[in-house]
């Protein structure tokens, strides 16, 4: 069974910075994504990393230049650099990860259902 687990969540001051990992189990991650979601909000892509043939990485318009997504050095590990975070940035991080190739989905990279598997989420927080 596939798991992915995240990790570096936490409550900071707004202006502050936290780096999210997500390290998962099983074949080698082809598609790999950071969601957010805050209470009574739909899910949100915040950035995903496609690897192989369609590799590139992808951002939401609205958080490129204080997001950075990256890949670990070890197997099926990738990371979210946050910076000059944000109240807004509150929410629920998530990770997910397919082994499919990316060509498999007709969607966007920010579609959920691109993606198979899921970590629990990890919260973060950020004051005013």
């Known amino acids: 069974q596939v798991q992915l687990v995240e990790s570096g969540g936490g409550s900071v001051q707004a202006g502050g910075s936290l780096r999210l990992s997500c390290a998962g189990s099983?074949?080698?991650?082809?598609?790999m994504a950071w969601f957010r979601q805050a209470p009574g909000e739909e899910r949100q892509g915040v950035a995903a990393i496609f690897t192989g043939s369609s590799g590139r990485t992808y951002y939401d318009d609205s958080l490129k230049g204080r997001f950075t997504i990256s890949q670990g050095d070890a197997k099926n590990t990738f990371h979210l650099q946050m910076t000059n975070l944000k109240p807004d940035d509150t929410a629920m991080y998530l990770c997910?990860?397919?082994?499919?190739?990316?060509?498999?989905?007709?969607?966007?990279?920010?579609?959920?259902?691109?993606?198979?598997?899921w970590g629990q989420g990890t919260q973060v927080t950020v004051s005013s």
């Open positions: 099983g074949d080698t991650y082809t598609s």
């Open positions: 997910a990860a397919d082994v499919r190739s990316p060509l498999w989905y007709g969607g966007t990279w920010a579609d959920p259902r691109r993606y198979k598997y």
